[in-house]
């Protein structure tokens, strides 16, 4: 079983003197919402057609919360830059590839899609020609290209243009649940694919939650199990990222073990 170091248990950001100015800003924003000062109801199931937990329908449209990309992007923000490498352009992101020691990924089936729209159209445009790159750890916790015994690898990463619907699908494995992080996937969106293998010119980061029925479920199958405590121990209220609101980042999760998961999200930048 992979291990993390002890530095990568708990710093899940390039550090505290970047996050902290980041959820702050997100719990201000939050505070003001509260007051009916800014409208923050982001696209519902019935808008985007990817639900959203705790999610209410509104005519109003807001970017996805920004997120910290945390300290495994691969994006040359921090280290390795896999962007710029080919074959990152891909939608089944089990496997290495180029240089990489061609390891896979194994976990229970996911397929992730996630469907960027225009929140100044009030996410009623998709956004035809923009790029999302997608990148999560795997079953035991562990990040490739960063952790020990996996820096060899660069699965879990890969990047797709949106089409025509404004939609990414990647194929992929559950990601476990390691300490101190509620289960997630994070992703960045770029303006175009040119702008995301020169890996230059975000659109905005942020990160995708998973309901804790569907991770109880995956992680009582092989190869999850350090999973099971380290979910026992968190709670979506306690998390650093989705603690001040999460309802614009949980996907709507359906599927099975034995038929693999689908999990989709509608994402207004």
């Not at 280290?79 to 939608?91: A, F, I, Q």
């Not at 009623?124 to 916790?141: F, I, M, Q, S």
């Not at 995301?196 to 998973?210: E, V, Y």
Request: one cysteine or more; proline letters at 5%; aromatic letters at 8%.
């Amino acid at each position: 079983m992979h291990r993390h170091e002890p530095d990568e248990i708990h710093e899940h950001d390039r550090g505290l003197s970047y996050d902290l100015p980041v959820l702050a800003r997100r719990r201000m924003i939050r505070l003001l919402a509260g007051a009916s000062l800014v409208p923050l109801v982001g696209c519902s199931a019935d808008e985007g057609g990817a639900g959203s937990e705790g999610g209410e329908a509104s005519s109003a449209c807001s970017p996805i919360p920004e997120e910290t990309a945390g300290p495994y992007p691969g994006d040359g923000s921090n280290g390795v830059n896999v962007l710029k490498e080919s074959g990152v352009v891909r939608g089944d992101i089990r496997r290495s590839f180029g240089d990489s020691a061609g390891g896979t990924a194994e976990g229970v089936p996911l397929t992730v899609t996630l469907t960027v729209v225009d929140a100044d159209s009030g996410c009623g445009t998709p956004r035809k020609g923009a790029a999302v790159y997608l990148w999560h750890c795997d079953r035991e916790g562990a990040y490739s290209l960063y952790t020990e015994g996996v820096r060899d690898e660069n699965y879990l990463r890969g990047v797709q243009e949106t089409d025509e619907k404004g939609q990414v699908t990647f194929t992929s494995v559950f990601p476990g649940c390691y300490t101190g992080r509620w289960p997630h996937i994070h992703f960045e969106v770029y303006g175009s694919l040119a702008d995301a293998t020169a890996a230059t010119a975000i659109t905005g980061t942020s990160q995708l939650a998973f309901p804790k029925e569907v991770c109880d479920t995956v992680y009582a199958t092989d190869g999850y199990g350090a999973s099971v405590a380290n979910l026992s121990e968190l709670s979506l209220a306690e998390d650093m990222v989705f603690g001040d609101g999460y309802e614009r980042q949980m996907a709507a999760v359906e599927g099975s073990v034995g038929a693999g998961y689908t999990a989709t999200l509608t994402v207004p930048v």
